[in-house]
């Protein structure tokens, strides 16, 4: 074994990647099967967690590397299941990356509708973060896996985007939660990070940022403007990160979050 394979390398461990139907989570899969994990997605929508695992199996070369479960992060009958069917498949998992979430509404602070704003926390915070750790750290625990979690966080969680604020309440305590739950599970040897990506072109996102011709909104081209290495970040950039993160590399790094912005945070004039 090559000694970046033997540092870096996934091989012999299998992630639990929520969100695994969508864009980044599914690039982020590709990269863990790639550096040779056993990956698992989880997401609500089955349609699209089989064709992001025909595409990672392809990538990787071993369609029996990839698996999915569907699952609602948003109930936790749904994630213990969820878990005990996952363990079965490949007989334990030791990294977690949290990347389910998504925002709903976007408007004036005197328009917030309560509804959404509730959605859109438990979405981000409580199915997107809390409850998957809480269920994972608790199998972990009880069988001395020393694991590793990664969660997503936003530019919006360090200063709040205008007019979508649930999002950002939400991603500013993912970053929070990272620090706490660093510190809580330290003694157990687990370890939990997070990255921050910049501005990705994703479904969730591509009306706020690109018109239909492919050009930049207004929105869009504030971003630009404001991205010292220019344009919107692609998928792959976000494998290096969450590789090292995952890996054996990392084993004193936790309680942290990487941006992964081009630059975005360190704007000035
Ligand atoms: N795209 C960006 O620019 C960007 C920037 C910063 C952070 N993020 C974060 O990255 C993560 C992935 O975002 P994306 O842009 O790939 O979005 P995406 O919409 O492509 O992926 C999100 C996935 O979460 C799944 N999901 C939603 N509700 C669920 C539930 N209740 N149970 C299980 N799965 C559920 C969706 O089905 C979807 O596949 C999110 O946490 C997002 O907030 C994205």
Known sequence: MSYLDKKYGLNGKTAIITGGGGTLCSAI???FACAGANIILWDIRPDAMKEKA???AKACGDNKKVSFVEVNLMEEDSIAKA???SI???GSVEILLNGAGGNRGKGPLVDVK???FEFVMKLNLLAGCILPTKHIAKYWIDNKIKGSVINIASMAGYNPLSGIWAYSSAKAAVMNQ???HAKELAKYGIRVNAIAPGFFIADQNRKLLLNDDGTPTQRGKDVLAKTPMGGFGLPEYLTGAT???ASDAAQFVTGVTLPIDGGYLCDNI
């Open 54 to 56: 025909d595409v990672i």
């Open 83 to 85: 878990l005990e069917k």
């Open 88 to 90: 079965k498949i490949y």
């Open 243 to 245: 590789i090292f993160l």
């Open 178 to 180: 990272t620090m706490g």
């Open 29 to 31: 899969a590709e990269g």
């Open 114 to 116: 309560t509804e959404d």
